[in-house]
């Protein structure tokens, strides 16, 4: 079965610095990777997803990822936190729409 | 792409009663399932809706407790049964399009569930 592990259940930066939310996949076959940001009490909002085409993946707000097959990782980044930043993000893999989640990490941004 | 909506968007239900959550996609699709995220967690499958037959439920998931129905390709419910403040969690409907070779997966915007 697929998995995701996220190391880190919280992360805090300061406002302009580097992001850096990790991810590493467990899978038999090539993966399906997806980032997902939600802010409280909102619903699930897709930031990027991987499906083979490209390894660096670029999604909306400035974030991206990239896809690394030797270490098995999809980490996610963003050169410059903002505040607007600040939600819980959740690294997620898929099989035929069979999606599992990371246990989440929250990010704060620290004026 | 296809829109999910969830009926209801929220309720809350006393212990012991049973509340059905409705799933509507706008477009067919190849695969419906059913998520729970209680609070401060990550989302958990509770099963695979399946059409016309009963539904693949994971681990620690038991059809009493969370019958779903897929009557068609486009529908699916799921009911939460005899209900313990335990159950009160946000429950989201996913549905996944393989169709013409499209890999695309999309969530309802969930339903807020508080058990008294």
């Known amino acids: 079965a697929q998995s995701v592990t996220q190391l880190g259940s919280h992360v805090s930066v300061s406002e302009g610095a580097l992001v850096l939310l990790r991810c590493n996949y467990s899978s038999s076959v090539p993966p399906y990777l997806f980032w997902y940001v939600q802010y409280p009490n909102q619903g699930l909002q897709l930031l990027l997803k991987?499906?083979?085409?490209?390894?660096l993946v670029k999604g909306i707000n400035g974030f991206e990822a990239e896809f690394k097959k030797s270490e098995t990782s999809f980490h996610l980044t963003k050169p410059s936190a903002h505040m607007s930043d600040a939600a819980e993000y959740f690294c997620?893999?898929?099989?035929?729409?069979?999606?599992?989640f990371g246990a989440g990490t929250r990010l704060t941004v620290k004026p | 792409s296809a829109v999910i909506s969830q009926k209801p968007s929220r309720d809350i239900c006393q212990r012991g009663t049973s509340l059905t959550i409705q799933c509507q996609v706008d477009?067919?699709?190849?695969?419906m399932f059913w998520y729970r995220q209680q609070p401060g967690q990550s989302l958990t499958l509770i099963a695979t809706?399946?059409?016309?037959?009963?539904?693949?439920?994971e681990s620690g998931f038991v059809i009493d407790k969370f019958p779903i129905s897929r009557p068609n390709l486009t529908f699916s419910t799921l009911t939460v049964s005899n209900m313990s403040p335990e159950d009160s969690s946000i429950y989201l409907c996913s549905a996944y399009s393989g169709l013409a070779g499209a890999n695309e997966q999309f969530f309802g915007p969930g339903t807020r569930l508080t058990v008294l």
């Open positions: 991987y499906t083979s085409a490209a390894t």
């Open positions: 809706a399946n059409q016309g037959s009963e539904a693949t439920y």
């Open positions: 997620a893999v898929s099989d035929m729409g069979d999606m599992r």
């Open positions: 477009s067919q699709v190849t695969m």
